[in-house]
């Protein structure tokens, strides 16, 4: 890593967008608050001071609108990258992104492709108000023609903006939004991995915990608290929701024997489930124990007063993984 | 053309609608009877249009019709699954159709079908999307129309964000110094789809961003059972200067006004003067679509009185009367018209099912990891079967479903048809699609699994 400056998750996004905008005249940033304010997290600042008004648009108020204009721009060669500004705004657009910009190609027997990239900040623990701390990503990944990316760390948040950007299908990038200032060496001049592959971030050989964004962290220091008490856990940052890859989660389930998938995202119809099925039917006769999910409960996000009991931390994992422990 | 259609029953709930002042005017070039009249803002941009265009235009709109009424046949028929008849909105699709370039980009509904023809959309290929065959029927790159929308409203943003798209081209071409070919977008909705959200967000940032978009409103008055007065306490077209730009109101089934209003709504939007609204009042006369019942809730009266103005009438009585257009002509007219329609329902007809095997390429440009497994899983489903149906080989084998399924087929007998390729056995799916067979082309293909 001849370039590898530390970089903030927000600054390394906002680096991404900058350099897919200057290989690319046809990539526009199009959002609420992100042009002359930089977002409301400052993830686009600078840009439109060095892009210009018709390249970062300061759009109204209105996400179906984004969403909409943007598969308009998309059908007319452009390479639109629309910010919603936090995850629970994402249902105003929720129609657009599900009946149009996941079906436009299918609908059209692949004459008309829509590259659009959709940036959601999501996730809690950020002491906000309704609305601000949602995880929606199953909602989404249960749409075909979506791809959903989620970084967890610097170096994927610089490499997936640029990848999804690029990618001629739409692509949702959930950006962890409580992990923005969390910093991490950034290789500009390669990418870790094929975007759309799940990565083994702490090796290990009696369990297995998948994760992803906001949860990567509470994984991994759950991982190292199990090595205290004298057992390896290996985990995997799982980086893309659609497509997911199990073939990676298999490889390490059939050396472990034993899986917990945690997600901030209720349990009950999150993706914590289809994995459980899927690694169930793949790798039945290595599983020492039933998968074991770790989310959130089925209730609206909570108020800010009481959202770390809502939320999955680092003892809610080491509790599952006592309990897959104990098969 | 101004009053509120209606009550048909007492069950329906009659609403007192205070009649607001209107502000924007009717533009009609033909009145009911056929008369040419002139309007000083519109008249200009049709001058140019005499006997000879007139003709066609009655032309187009004549073909529209009797496919539409061919397409309702088919349905009926068992060989669409559905179909939105647009009997009586002929004179607002294709005057509005006739005003494009190829340059400039549709965005419809469902019931454009005459502005789909007018696009080279071949009827066929439309009739597809009906015929559940097909998602969107035509390649949009081809004919500049976006395909149909199903969901109302959500066309309208496209359009916008296409209009957008159309105004970035052309401030990045001026920058170089080049030329480039001014183009608008053109978004048909109708009184019902004005009510969505997306109409309003679209409309928003077309007059923020002065995208060149052309807003073309078929006001048919019913939204299937829900009339317009429901939907709006003012004429659509008074809608724009809400947003900031113009609103105009023709008589929808005045195809000279219509033509009029989208040349002037189209020129202003190519030459950078912001988005137009026209609204054409016009009537739906026939059903919503082939499982609705219009009597249920409107009144025969109320559709007879729309019939009085239907927009083909009109145009004839003009053709007649000024231009001494006679007999022949419409007869001729009708002969092709005729022609038109049974070319249609041939070539539909014959056209082979999809393979639903096709289906796995189509969601995403690029190899997806889940659509591939399963691919590979269904193909190794179906090859399961390859043993037991090794006797039903070819994919022209019809003789297990019966051939009673094609007799109102017109097209089998007359080798009038294109290349028909395995058209038997494609009619005979189509026509019986509960039939289980298993696709042809994995039988007999595959490995003994046993």
């Given at each position: 890593m001849s370039t590898a400056p530390d970089l903030t998750i927000a600054k390394a996004v906002n680096a991404g967008l900058r350099r897919a905008m200057e290989e690319n005249p046809r990539v526009l940033l199009m959002g609420e608050d992100i042009g002359s304010l930089g977002g409301v997290y400052r993830v686009t600042e600078g840009?439109?001071?060095?892009?210009?008004?018709?390249?970062?648009?300061?759009?109204?108020?209105?996400e179906a609108g984004i969403v909409g204009t943007a598969i308009g721009l998309a059908l007319r060669g452009y390479r639109p990258v629309c910010e919603i500004q936090f995850d629970g705004f994402s249902f105003p657009a929720f129609n657009q992104i599900t009946t149009q910009l996941a079906k436009m190609r299918n609908r059209t027997n692949g004459d008309v492709t829509v590259p659009v990239t959709i940036r959601i900040p999501y996730g809690g623990v950020i002491g906000s108000v309704e609305h601000h701390s949602e995880s929606p990503e199953a909602l989404f990944a249960h749409t075909a023609g979506l791809r959903i990316l989620t970084p967890s760390n610097a170096q994927d948040a610089y490499w997936m903006t640029q990848q999804a950007i690029s990618c001629e299908d739409p692509v949702i990038v959930f950006e962890p939004k409580r992990r923005y200032w969390l910093k991490g060496a950034v290789d500009v001049e390669r990418p870790t991995a094929d975007p759309f592959s799940a990565q083994v971030v702490r090796p290990g050989e009696d369990a297995t915990v998948v994760a992803w964004g906001p949860l990567v962290p509470v994984a991994l220091a759950a991982a190292q608290a199990a090595e205290e008490d004298g057992r390896s856990v290996e985990v995997i940052d799982l980086r893309s929701l659609s497509p997911i890859d199990f073939d990676t989660i298999e490889d390490s389930v059939r050396r472990t024997g034993r899986l917990v998938v945690a997600h901030e995202a209720p349990t009950f119809g999150g993706l914590g489930g289809e994995i459980a099925a899927r690694l169930t039917e793949r790798a039945f006769y290595s599983l020492e124990a039933p998968v074991l999910r770790v989310g959130a409960f089925h209730l609206p996000y909570p108020v800010a007063a009481v959202e770390d009991r809502y939320v999955p931390d680092l003892d809610r994992i080491l509790e599952a993984l006592d309990r897959s422990f104990a098969y | 053309m101004d009053a509120a259609p209606s009550s048909p029953a007492a069950h329906v709930p009659v609403r007192t609608v205070p009649t607001p002042e209107v502000r924007t005017r009717l533009v009609r070039l033909l009145d009911r009877d056929g008369r040419r009249s002139e309007d000083p803002v519109l008249s200009p941009y049709v001058r140019d249009v005499g006997a000879e265009q007139l003709r066609e235009l009655y032309r187009s709109m004549a073909l529209?019709?009797?496919?539409?009424?061919?397409?309702?046949?088919?349905?009926?028929?068992?060989?669409?699954?559905?179909?939105?008849?647009m009997r009586g909105q002929e004179a607002a699709q294709v005057g509005s159709a006739r005003a494009l370039r190829p340059a400039d980009h549709v965005f419809p509904t469902y019931r454009e079908h005459a502005v789909a023809i007018e696009r080279g959309v071949e009827p066929a290929e439309l009739l597809t999307v009906f015929r559940g065959h097909s998602a969107g029927g035509w390649k949009p790159s081809e004919h500049h129309m976006n395909v149909y929308s199903i969901v109302l409203g959500c066309q309208v943003p496209h359009a916008v964000g296409y209009a957008m798209g159309i105004d970035l081209d052309r401030r990045a071409a001026e920058a170089e110094g080049r030329e480039v070919e001014p183009a608008a977008a053109v978004v048909y909705f109708g009184d019902g789809t004005s009510s969505q959200g997306e109409v309003h967000e679209g409309m928003v940032f077309a007059a923020s961003y002065d995208a060149p978009v052309v807003f073309f409103v078929q006001n048919n008055q019913w939204a299937i059972s829900v009339p317009f007065s429901t939907q709006s306490r003012v004429p659509l077209a008074e809608r724009a200067a809400g947003y900031g730009f113009e609103g105009i109101r023709v008589d929808g089934n005045d195809v000279l006004a219509v033509l009029a209003a989208s040349r002037y709504a189209l020129e202003k939007a190519r030459t950078g003067q912001g988005p137009v609204l026209v609204e054409a009042e016009t009537y739906r006369l026939g059903a919503h679509t082939t499982a609705d019942d219009p009597t249920k809730y409107r009144l025969r009266e109320d559709e007879s009185r729309w019939s009085e103005l239907d927009p083909l009438l009109r145009l004839e009585a003009h053709l007649r009367d000024a231009h001494g257009?006679?007999?022949?002509?419409?007869?001729?007219?009708?002969?092709?018209?005729?022609?038109?329609?049974?070319?249609?329902?041939a070539l539909v007809l014959a056209m082979d099912p999809p393979v639903f095997e096709d289906f796995f390429d189509r969601p995403y440009a690029e190899r997806h990891a889940l659509v591939e497994e399963e691919r590979a899983w269904y193909a190794a489903y179906q090859a399961g079967f390859a043993d037991t149906d090794s006797n039903d080989t070819g994919s022209n084998d019809t003789g297990s479903n019966g051939t009673g399924s094609n007799d109102d087929v017109t097209a089998d007998d007359d080798g009038a048809g294109p290349d028909r390729g395995t058209q038997a056995s494609g009619l005979t799916v189509a026509a019986d699609p509960v039939s289980g067979v298993p696709d042809a082309r994995t039988a007999g293909t595959e490995e003994d699994l046993a």
């Open positions: 840009l439109k001071a060095d892009f210009g008004a018709h390249r970062v648009l300061d759009t109204p108020l209105a | 529209a019709r009797r496919f539409d009424e061919e397409a309702t046949n088919l349905q009926r028929q068992g060989q669409l699954v559905l179909w939105a008849p257009t006679g007999d022949d002509y419409f007869a001729d007219v009708a002969a092709d018209a005729q022609a038109f329609a049974e070319q249609a329902r």
